[in-house]
């Protein structure tokens, strides 16, 4: 009697030493204890979203696949609206035959692909609800005139580079209905004086949102044909490349602006293009002197941006690495 109340003592210390060491079944980090990780030279608080909610693997690659094969059928529903004046799907909204039934149907899927995105990101988190949106805005994209439709109905690259803009314009109000639904990105923290940039007025957010400048010169070097595979890849690709820059460039800030600026800077690349211009555009999309920055269409640059920034925060955890000190580890053996 007297050595099994021994071990039942026993392992009641062990239970209250267990209870005190984790309280929530995970270890708590004391943030006086989360120093810097200076790895690439960039302070990173902590570890990210210790106490966030984990979702099972399974369950969660289901929940992006399947809000990714929804917002598809939407984008392609939406696609179906835009008929340029010669029959042929048009390059945008702003230049089709009917541009104002053609918009109506293109804010109605985004607001829809928007939704999905939302409840994607909830169950997930933001960036994955993002990139949910932006494989429906693919669909659309893929399913949409190219280049060839705009310069050969004899359409404007001015025009195309007002309309990137107001994609850019939507995008935001996109990317603010997942943040407002999912919440921020958890694995963002605060810089070393424990501060939170603004994310549209700080010199962070700038900073960030300035990462878009890759995006048209990376078309430029990729972009070589009109073919909608071709350019659609390169603007995922140069946004990937701008959003893993952006997180570098400002890792503590939340990269709202960062998700828009392909659109913005792709703009000024079809304004650069339409300026370059040595002849009618037909003749120079005939001859190959258009330059690649016209080649990709305002629908283009939007799932570029979406699915390349989001894959690019993605790949930007491989450089920030969130270490936890030795300085509460308890030691065993």
Same mark, same amino acid.
């Given at each position: 009697? %007297? ?18 060491? #984790?309280?929530?079944? =995970? ?11 200076? %790895? ?6 902590? #570890? !990210? ?10 369950? =969660? ?6 809000? *990714? #094969? ?7 529903? *939406? !696609? ?7 029959? *042929?799907?048009?390059?945008?909204? $702003?230049? !089709? ?31 994955? +609800? ?5 494989? +429906? ?6 399913? @949409? ?50 501060? %939170? ?8 957010? /700038? /900073? ?13 070097? $990729? *972009?070589?044909?009109?073919?909608? +595979? ?16 952006? =997180?570098? $460039? ?20 079809? !304004?650069?293009?339409?300026? @370059? ?35 690019? $925060? +993605? ?19």
């Amino acid at each position: 009697m %007297r050595h099994a109340s021994t071990v039942v003592e026993h392992i009641g210390r062990q239970n209250d030493f267990k209870r005190n060491l #984790i309280p929530s079944g =995970r270890p708590e980090l004391d943030p006086g204890f989360q120093e810097p990780n200076r %790895r690439l030279g960039l302070p990173v608080r902590g #570890i !990210a979203a210790t106490n966030a909610p984990m979702i099972d693997p399974f369950r =969660r690659t289901a929940t992006w696949v399947i809000g *990714a #094969i929804l917002a598809g059928v939407v984008g392609a529903y *939406a !696609a179906s609206a835009g008929v340029a004046t010669t029959g *042929a799907p048009t390059p945008g909204v $702003l230049q !089709a035959e009917t541009p104002m039934a053609t918009a109506l149907a293109v804010l109605v899927g985004l607001a829809a692909m928007a939704g999905i995105g939302a409840v994607v990101g909830r169950l997930t988190n933001t960036a994955v +609800g993002l990139f949910v949106v932006g494989c +429906g805005l693919f669909v659309l994209a893929r399913r @949409m005139g190219s280049a060839e439709v705009l310069v050969f109905r004899g359409g404007s690259l001015w025009v195309t580079a007002i309309e990137t803009f107001l994609w850019g314009v939507a995008l935001l109000g996109v990317v603010l209905l997942v943040f407002k639904v999912s919440g921020p990105l958890k694995d963002i923290e605060p810089d070393e004086n424990n501060e %939170r940039p603004h994310m549209f007025f700080s010199r962070a957010a /700038m /900073m960030c949102a300035a990462a878009g400048v890759l995006v048209p010169v990376l078309v430029w070097v $990729l *972009a070589q044909t009109p073919m909608k +595979g071709q350019v659609l890849a390169a603007t995922i690709i140069a946004s990937m490349v701008a959003g893993l820059a952006g =997180r570098l $460039l400002s890792p503590h800030v939340q990269p709202v602006l960062l998700f828009i600026s392909p659109c913005v800077f792709g703009a000024v690349g079809h !304004a650069v293009g339409a300026i @370059m211009l040595p002849e009618p555009a037909a003749a120079a999309l005939v001859s190959g002197s258009i330059t690649p920055l016209s080649l990709p269409m305002p629908p283009d640059y939007a799932a570029g941006a979406l699915l390349g920034v989001a894959m690019g $925060l +993605g790949w930007a955890k491989s450089f920030l690495h969130h270490e936890e000190t030795p300085a509460n580890a308890v030691t065993t053996g």
